[in-house]
């Protein structure tokens, strides 16, 4: 494969055996290329900052720097994407994380083929991981921290009606393919309008979209999930 089309890899966890198993599954792929590691937030940062990788892989609870902190560093500072690594019982840590611009998290006990998609979907700029319980958990925590719609709110205003269908159908998890079948419209249109309301609300990905639909009410807890993926 040719050295452009390979995505880099960086990985931080304060555990080394967790670090070699990442990096173990992430060196059997073709397209995948392990660039760094980092046993904190502080090395993460430094790495992120000096290694450019696509995409980070990043423990929450790690010394001195924690992930939330380095997540919002990296993404201030660099290209790269967050995967944020979490458990079902750290739910206000991956609010947290998003908030910080991560573009997505893993459960710790996820399969291997699960770590290789992940990975390689958020490289791509592309939907959600695992829609369904992704969708729920930011619903919830979303709920729970309940930020100030009506501020968040003004900022669609910049948008055109179908950029609101659009992000609205986004945050239910659709894909582009999806999206375009719901609005009767071709898939590069809604690949034009996702791009478009990402650069007037200032978002860096698809992720964010979902949060601040959540927040503005556009799309509320418990609202029936995208069709394919209940």
């Known amino acids: 494969m040719p050295e452009q089309q390979r995505i880099r890899v960086l990985i931080a966890d304060d555990q080394a055996l967790v670090r ?27 790495a992120a900052r000096e290694l450019s ?3 980070v892989l990043m423990d929450v609870r790690m010394p001195n720097v924690d992930g939330i902190e380095a997540t919002a560093a990296i993404c201030r500072d660099t290209a790269a994407k967050v995967l944020v690594l ?11 994380a998003l908030r910080a611009g991560a573009s997505g998290f893993l459960l710790k006990d996820m399969r291997r083929a699960e770590l290789v998609d992940a990975v390689r979907v958020v490289a791509a700029g592309e939907a959600l991981l695992a829609p369904t319980v992704t969708r729920r958990l930011i619903a919830d925590v979303v709920a729970r921290a309940a930020p100030p719609a009506a501020r968040s ?74 069709p394919g993926h209940s």
Do not use: C, W
């Not at 019982?89 to 947290?96: A, I, K, N, P, S």
């Open 20 to 46: 070699d198993g990442f990096g173990m599954i992430l060196a059997a792929q073709p397209d995948l290329d392990l660039v760094g590691e980092a046993s904190d937030g502080a090395e993460a940062i430094r």
């Open 153 to 226: 709110g003004e900022r669609l205003a910049a948008l055109t009606a179908r950029e609101t269908d659009t992000l609205r159908q986004v945050a239910r998890g659709l894909s582009n393919a999806e999206i375009a079948r719901e609005l009767f419209v071709t898939e590069h249109t809604v690949k034009t309008h996702v791009s478009s309301l990402l650069s007037k609300l200032g978002l860096r990905d698809r992720v964010q979209v979902v949060v601040l639909a959540y927040e503005t009410g556009l799309v509320r807890p418990g609202e029936n999930p995208a």
């Open 86 to 96: 979490t458990t079902f019982d750290l739910d206000e840590y991956v609010y947290d």
């Open 53 to 55: 990788p696509d995409v």
